[in-house]
Each structure stands twice: as structure tokens, then as C-alpha cells.
């Protein structure tokens, strides 16, 4: 049975990244999965945070929002106090970044990545970090040819996907409408060896087995491989 936009259970919605799409960032990309929308640059910085100097190593760090329009119901600026959902996104992303970075060969130099997300139709954070990737390695790439380093610090590649429970079947990628209404949500993040750097999964009305478990970090597995070989393909492209 065919899914609410038409596709199959472990089918990944259309993926897209646009890179160098604004001007002044050292890497910017514009990554679309389906309806959702998200522009991830990556700015770099010749200094590292204080609690860092003197320590001859770098730092990865990220920032994640939703423009106000970008859902069906305006939602206000985060102007003075960032909430908890979007405090614990951006500090994913970082996470997620980080575990492919060297950051003994970045030297005392900041990799900032921001994540804006245009337009919401589920799976933001996953597309986030699986566009963001694509924005750090554009920034190194900018780095290298600057002379600021000698050598990339990216040591494998990273993405993530979400996967859950709709009714009885095991879906890949869901969509909000999906998402919403969804016994088990599930985002994974993994690197192209096929290594977990996160797992965040959660019975939202329902409890889940072993055995679904398994499934479900399968199906992600191999949603992941498709967007990191998707992530290959559109680096190969010059800019």
C-alpha cells in the first residue's frame, strides 16, 4: 500500500542539495527533502572559544531555527531565549559533525554552521545534518585553498534519517503528516562506515520490540548509505 505522498515504506522522499547558494559563507547549501527546506552555511573563524585556547585543537558547533512561516502556523523568533527543542537540535547537529572532524588537525580554528529551516514538512534536524555535512566540507575545501589549513580534518562522512511506526508498517523518512501521527519515531544519525552517532527513538503512543528495533535501524541504515551517496555526488560538482 502506497504511503500518503505515493511512496514505498523504505523510500526516501526526493533529496536535493544546492551548493554555494549564498554569497559569503565558506560553504552554504540548500538541501531539500520533499517539502522541507533547510539552508545550512558553514562560517569560518580564526579563534576558537575561550574555554578552548591554548589547547592547539579546533571546534565544530552549530545553530539551528525555523524562520516564522516556515510551518502552517506562524511561530514567534527565538529573540531572547532559545527553547529546549531547539537548544537540543543544534547541539545534535554539532554532535553529529564533530564525530567526523579531527579536531587536533582543524588547529585553533571554529567551524560555525547555522541551519535555517525555509519551509517544515518533518525530518528538519535529519535534514539538517545531512545538508550541514555538505556545508563543513565545502568550507574546508575553502580553508585548504586559503592556506588557513594543510590538510582536511574530515575523516569519514555523516547523515541522518528518521524511521518509525505508522499504524503497523515500518516507514523511512516521514514526513509531518506521517510524523504526527506515528506509535514510534525514530532519527538516526550515522557515518558512511556505517557507524551510529546517535539514536533517538521514542514510543509516542505505543510501546516497540526488539525485533522493530532491529528493523527500524536497518531501513535507516540504508536510507543513510543513499543520502551519503547522494552527499558524494553533488560534491563532485564544481562550484
Given amino acids: 500500500m502506497a504511503r500518503i505522498d505515493g511512496r514505498k515504506p523504505n523510500e526516501l522522499r526526493p533529496f536535493k542539495f544546492v551548493r554555494g547558494y549564498t554569497k559569503h559563507a565558506a560553504g552554504s547549501v540548500l538541501v531539500s527533502s520533499g517539502e522541507t527546506t533547510v539552508l545550512c552555511t558553514a562560517s569560518w573563524e580564526k579563534k576558537v572559544p575561550p574555554w578552548k585556547m591554548g589547547e592547539g585543537t579546533g571546534w565544530v558547533t552549530a ?9 502552517n502556523t506562524r511561530r514567534r523568533r527565538n529573540r531572547t531565549k532559545i527553547d529546549g527543542r531547539t537548544q537540543e537540535i543544534q547541539r545534535l547537529i554539532g554532535r553529529s559533525l564533530r564525530s567526523v572532524v579531527d579536531l587536533s588537525i582543524l588547529g585553533e580554528n571554529s567551524i560555525l554552521i547555522d541551519c535555517d529551516v ?5 525530518g ?8 550541514a555535512y555538505v556545508a563543513l566540507c565545502d568550507a574546508v575545501r575553502v580553508a585548504k585553498k586559503n592556506g588557513w589549513i594543510k590538510k582536511s580534518p574530515i575523516v569519514d562522512s555523516v547523515g541522518a534519517t528518521s524511521v518509525g511506526r505508522v499504524g503497523n508498517k515500518l516507514l523511512l523518512d516521514l514526513n509531518y503528516e506521517e510524523d504526527s501521527t506515528a506509535d514510534v519515531d525514530m532519527n538516526v544519525v550515522m ?9 533517538q527513538g521514542t514510543g509516542e503512543e505505543a510501546t516497540f520490540t526488539q525485533a522493530e528495533l532491529d528493523k527500524l535501524l536497518r531501513i535507516a541504515s540504508r536510507g543513510i548509505k543513499q543520502l551519503i551517496a547522494l552527499q558524494q555526488k553533488a560534491m563532485r560538482k564544481r562550484i
Fill in 118 to 122: 525555509l519551509q517544515a514538512d518533518g
Fill in 191 to 199: 557515518t558512511g562506515a556505517g557507524r551510529f552517532v546517535e539514536v
Fill in 63 to 71: 545553530e539551528y531555527d525555523m524562520l516564522p512561516a516556515a510551518t
Fill in 124 to 131: 528538519t534536524r535529519t535534514a539538517s545534518i545531512t545538508g
